[in-house]
């Protein structure tokens, strides 16, 4: 992969958690490969986050803005020119930019204020990069029809299993491929939970307590562990990959919540092991969505996932079955796919 | 993915053996497809084999060619516009075309015919998109700069482990990442063989003749069973995704061919399963390439793959560790990446 030229580029972000925060020390450690390998010189021109914003049109100190959240300090304190009052969405509709970062929290409510900042972003002429879900599960077409219209890509690489490929693969690789079933364990806390069950002999309240130890489950654990985290993303890939969208009320779904050892238990003594699968059929028409436990035979490549996995299996017409797995021990490789569609905007 | 308008593209193929006709027949099923959701129409304007050429400006019909192999003709039978004296390079020479396919047998002497195919349609400002391994082998770096010179792409994803994105997956997804470790099946003959040997008991011999009758075998398998058809897909991976290229006699190569059941019973008796693994280990300068047996432990990606399987994995600093694995019957899957390639080519 190559770039056209030695190319700056100006960019937003909104949302500065563990993902944004990552996402900025990959541009620090990776500032070398980008110039050199891609051509590409990124530079921070706004950051904005709940507690405010900071813009400079000669770029940010992209570790003042690292440093200050490992501080506990929120964006408003960026010396000089941070604000308190001026919210993310202002931020992006006055502050001249290429592109736009979002990685807010996924409101699954109104998608605020990821969508109001990624709409102001595309209406604006920039290319948006989101690791945030909710937008796209409330309004894939209008964005992306926006975008079409202002002639700047929306890319979301980041959205769907963290740092796998997973909507690339469904959508350049599988291109021309009909897509017979799609089946992926999605959700990383809900694999770990499960997972730690069955080969520790935890119980449920036992492996969420350890997944939360562990930050891999979140303080209020119920987007990811009552299956709407998966769902949502199956709702992405319904838009962005399979071409028949559906939504997330559509979308028969089960937690884990339920699980106990007992279950795990009378599973495994039929050789079988229990996952929390997000899945789509096709029926010839449609597809069928659905997420919920499955009881999968010791051969099937999702069934021997490790407690830190996530993966994807399409079963296709003319490509065969294809499995993609990720090993993802922190949000790094989340942080690396949005960086990675960074780069596929600007690549040759 | 979306094309930039309704696109008639006339193309070459060299090459109607097992993936060419399979490629033809892909051209055939997905022509609506590849025009409904991707504008894009593909015209036969020229196809060569061994036998000689047939070329028309305004197309030639695809089920002719597909039917004329069937009948164990070649490309000289072909009514009217057929002929037995001109050579492939010869067609690619003359012939007015936007794109030239490439699947004519990997010949690692000389690497021709393809060698001379690929280099006078990328002279010619030709797109070129090839499953032949020997050309890229043999000339990587200066095929790349011609295609480069000449303004046009040289796409090579079906070289590599058939159907699997595995080039595309290292080249684009991990464009931004530091590969610390590849490791791959890459080759499906000898996996295969190993995993028939070490599952029904069979003998190294045993297992070849089996291979060779469900058509997993070349009547001469010694490329494959002997490393070499691994070693060249490490070249090709060594050039077009790690940036560090290895020519073919600098890689160690060991074969499947002094396997025996007394070895993958030990193995066995340790845990552990027998694999035939392609890898690259990074030692913070350079690549270690390697073509051998690896015991693996059965938690190993790579340990549980099916006989009709081949996988890479892919370890990384910033995108945790990636596998990719295939299930592929046929080679359909392989042709399918030719199609993925063209796709690719004129897709936004």
């Known amino acids: 992969m190559r770039m056209s030229k030695r190319l700056p580029v100006r960019m937003l972000l909104v949302g500065v ?37 900071a813009a400079c049109p000669s770029g940010l100190d992209v570790e003042r803005v690292i440093d200050l959240k490992a501080c506990g300090k929120g964006m408003s304190a960026y010396p000089t020119w941070g604000q308190s009052c001026v919210e993310a969405r202002s931020m992006v509709a006055d502050v001249e930019a290429d592109l736009l970062l979002e990685a807010s929290p996924s409101n699954l409510v109104d998608g605020q204020p990821g969508l109001g900042c990624i709409e102001t972003g595309l209406l604006r002429g920039m290319h948006v990069v989101t690791a945030n879900k909710a937008p796209l599960v409330l309004a894939f077409p209008r964005l992306v029809d926006l975008a079409r219209e202002q002639g700047v890509r929306l890319l979301y690489d980041a959205t769907v299993a963290g740092g796998l490929p997973a909507v690339n693969l469904g959508q350049r690789d599988l291109a ?47 987007l990811d562990v009552e299956g709407w985290d998966s769902a949502s993303k199956l709702v992405i890939l319904s838009h962005g990959v399979l071409r028949d969208p559906v939504a997330l009320e559509e979308i028969e779904v089960e937690g884990i919540t339920s699980v106990t050892k007992e279950l795990l238990d009378e599973a495994a003594s039929q050789g079988k092991r229990v996952k929390a699968i997000a899945s789509a059929d096709w029926d010839g028409e449609a597809y069928r969505y659905r997420v919920g436990l499955s009881w999968l035979d010791a051969g099937h490549p999702l069934a021997q996932l490790r407690p830190k996995q996530m993966a994807i299996t399409y079963h296709t017409d003319i490509s065969g079955s294809i499995t993609a797995a990720i090993v993802e021990e922190t949000p790094v490789p989340t942080a690396s796919a949005m960086l990675r569609d960074v780069v596929d905007l600007y690549a040759d």
């Open 176 to 222: 021309a491929a009909r897509i017979l079933r799609m089946e992926g364990v999605l959700n990383l806390t809900s694999n770990y939970i499960l997972t730690r069950m069955e080969e520790d002999g935890l119980s449920y309240q036992e492996a969420l307590a350890d997944a939360q130890a562990a930050g891999h489950a979140e303080t209020d654990p119920s």
């Open 17 to 53: 958690g563990g993902v944004g925060q990552r996402f900025l020390r990959l541009t620090i450690d990776k500032a070398e490969t980008l110039r050199s390998q891609l051509g590409l010189e990124l530079h921070l021109v706004g950051v904005a986050d709940s507690s405010g914003a």
